[in-house]
């Protein structure tokens, strides 16, 4: 699957990660974006509307804002921030650039919403180009048949699937990766685990901060496409 290279030279606010050369197949995001602006299938039964408000509580920090709540230690750059995005680039659709663990999501005039993210492993992270079909609040999760091969002693005990909730793999949000009419089994979620963002930590997925992918699920329309750029040449960065 295939993503659509983009070229531009100016670097603006991304000099603390590692930047892509010729070996790369995109450009770094700083030539999409510019400095922060200041300022499967679900189970029958689905939990209520007052446990997913009760489990929002519980992943939400108490006085939480998005701009300087971080109770998880993630370097600063990882926290929500709105910048400048690159006028021609399509409101309401995703970049995720792989190599700055960035998120993007585009808003109208000529701004995006930027957030942390942690990637796959080396290996199990999938670049291309997808349609978000489908979203759920506290979703259910059952590991694939390859992540129950590969890893057994971590991934067999939840072959029947995983009941939503705070510890469930699939955090708190899910969007759901396609390409055509096709499940990728990639999803665009939140974790239990937020001290992976900035790393590479899934078996694919894009992983975020639970109220991190509260904030921006609610901003997320299906249909809207995702590019998911590669990571560094070498694949183990």
Request: proline share 9%.
């Amino acid at each position: 699957m295939g993503v659509s290279c983009v070229h531009l030279t100016n670097v603006h606010d991304e000099g603390d990660f590692p930047m892509l050369t010729r070996r790369h197949f995109i450009a770094t995001s700083a030539a999409l974006f510019s400095a922060p602006i200041a300022g499967p299938v679900l189970a029958a039964g689905r939990p209520s509307e007052a446990q997913k408000a009760a489990w929002d509580a519980m992943v939400t920090p108490p006085g939480y804002d998005p701009a300087t709540t971080n109770p998880w230690g993630l370097h600063p750059r990882f926290l929500p921030q709105r910048v400048e995005a690159r006028g021609d680039l399509l409101p309401g659709d995703i970049h995720v650039d792989a190599v700055a663990r960035y998120l993007y999501h585009i808003e109208q005039g000529g701004t995006a919403m930027r957030y942390g993210v942690s990637i796959g492993r080396a290996g199990l992270y999938e670049p291309g180009t997808y349609t978000i079909r489908r979203k759920v609040e506290w979703p259910r999760w059952t590991p694939t048949k390859s992540m129950i091969e590969r890893e057994p002693e971590l991934y067999a005990q939840y072959e029947d699937g995983m009941e939503p909730g705070p510890q469930n793999a699939l955090g708190s949000r899910a969007l759901y990766l396609y390409v055509g009419n096709r499940d990728t089994y990639l999803r665009i979620h939140g974790t239990p685990s937020p001290q992976s963002i900035g790393g590479r930590a899934s078996s694919g997925c894009v992983r975020m901060a639970m109220p991190h992918i509260n904030d921006l699920y609610e901003h997320v329309d299906t249909g809207v496409t995702a590019y998911l750029y590669p990571p560094e040449a070498d694949g183990l960065a």
